[in-house]
């Protein structure tokens, strides 16, 4: 099976992290659209048409699924990529949610919601949350950690200054759900931060654990073939790659 991974930008490759250890896959072509991250600011027409452009970059190769890492993307998007091509495009927030609820919490324990403005604003996350009843939540507009992470700072003072800007007034939640694919790669560092205490829902992981739940996948014995492309700065991705991988 050849499958491909989007994102607006660097991000997408803690997905990709994940979907490597698990190894179902012969071939990942990865996409980030560098040249136009962040999507998270901009308005949901705009992240529609960016996500319809990205689908054409696909069409280069002959995939059998389309893993759309971004949660901004997978908040908007997904109706009319899927509408548009003829190979199943799944996102991550469904997948996010079902890790959320595979870690039993009580439903009144306090879970953080961290991503970009467009996902909060889209409220995907709060509403699928509040309808399984969870009744404490917090979510936050944390998209200053995603130009950290683009320029590959995933620790240390900037990290450590936005953390205390964001989450400076909030109590300690049991879970964060990582609603943003970039922010897997400050993991340790929020982990540092909360004093190892909240539980970390990551999309990467809840993807594995959703492809395993509804495909029937069998973990191979060859490495995968991976290939990363952008729509800018393809060198700076493959630095990137190339340390978190
Ligand atoms: N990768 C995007 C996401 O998961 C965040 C970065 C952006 O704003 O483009 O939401």
């Known amino acids: 099976m050849k499958i491909g991974v989007f994102d607006s930008g660097a991000g997408g490759l803690s ?8 190894n179902f896959f012969d071939e990942i072509i990865y996409y980030g659209d560098t040249a136009r991250v962040p999507y998270g600011p901009k308005d949901k027409n705009t992240i529609i048409r960016y996500s319809l452009e990205a689908l054409e970059f696909f069409n280069n190769f002959d995939i059998d699924l389309l893993i759309t890492a971004c949660n901004t993307v997978s908040a908007y998007a997904l109706p009319d990529m899927n509408a548009q091509s003829n190979y199943p495009v799944l996102g ?12 039993n ?66 109590e300690t939640p049991k879970a964060i759900i990582l609603g943003c694919t970039h922010f897997p790669l400050i993991g340790d560092a929020l982990l540092e931060y909360f004093e190892h205490k909240p539980i970390l829902i990551h999309s990467g992981e809840a993807i594995v654990e959703y492809l395993e ?4 996948l069998q973990k191979r014995e060859e490495e995968a073939n991976l290939k990363i492309f952008a729509s800018d700065n393809v060198a700076g991705l493959r630095k990137i790659a190339d340390r978190w991988l």
Do not use: W
Not at 92 to 103: D, H, R, T, W
Not at 213 to 216: E, G, I, P, S, T
């Open 15 to 22: 997905v990709v992290k994940s979907l490597l250890a698990h």
């Open 105 to 170: 919490l009580a439903k009144d324990e306090h879970i953080l919601i961290m991503a970009t403005r467009a996902t909060i604003n889209s409220r995907r996350y709060q509403s699928a949350l509040e309808d399984l009843g969870y009744s404490n939540i917090t979510s936050l507009q944390t998209g200053l950690f995603v130009p950290l992470v683009e320029e590959g700072i995933f620790s240390g003072e900037l990290v450590r200054a936005t953390m205390e800007h964001y989450f400076s007034d909030i």
């Open 213 to 216: 739940a509804h495909y029937d």
């Open 92 to 103: 991550v927030i469904e997948p996010g949610v079902m890790a959320l609820e595979n870690s």
